[in-house]
């Protein structure tokens, strides 16, 4: 593989953030309003004992936001196949394996990017401690966000209609985050179900989301060690781009998008 001309397909998912200013603006809106208005409401509603409540959530909707700002580039997918941009990318000289890779990275990094201000924010109301502990943060992040891009592209390749897509992300939104770490810490979501509690332990947004907040020493929920996390997220992440890399190749067969 070259590494060069997969950095110029990350480069160019960057790049079309300049297209996605409305976007932007309303996933920066949203984040604001769940923290300003939801994190301080919620936070004296719960037991006294989870005094960091706020913080906790607080870490959990950047999480959130996190992966609906990365998951878009299944969208994207759809958009070029309907429009003839990936007959274009495939005149490249490029594999594509390079373009798929290349797109994964940059759908994550994208993801990072446009969530900015959210994650400052975060950094700002909880407090950084301790800055070494931010690259275990940064880490953790970007392999949350790579993989979900990935997942986007496998989702996208598998379905190939733009109805079904939004249809499967729906249904899966509806869950992900709510059988998670995000909202609640683990214990109290093995205790109203334990089925709910063996699914929490498989999603990627609880290792994200404790990882975070283990760097940003806020307490409770913290599930396990958080570089067993990471390697976790790592295999999340190599996986989904795994399976991303097989479906993009299968329905690329012929030249264009079957």
Known sequence: ???KKIYLVAE???MSITQQKAFIIMRWVWFFVQVAIFGYALANL???SYYYYKEYYTVGIYI????SSSITIAYEILEEAESGVVDYLLSLPITRKELEIGRSIGGGLRGIIITLPPFITTLYLIGVTDPVLLIEAGISIFLLSFGVAGLGITLASTLKSG???DIILGMIDAFIARLSTVFYPIQAITKSNPVYGVLAR???????ADVLRASLLVPQGITLDPLMGIMILFAFAIGTT???????????EGGGWT
């Open 1 to 3: 593989m070259d590494i």
């Open 12 to 14: 160019r998912d960057i």
């Open 46 to 48: 719960v037991s006294p």
């Open 64 to 67: 959130v936001t996190l992966y």
């Open 163 to 165: 109805d079904k897509t």
């Open 202 to 208: 498989l999603n990627p947004l609880t290792y994200a």
């Open 242 to 252: 795994t399976l991303a890399v097989l479906f993009y190749e299968r329905n690329l």
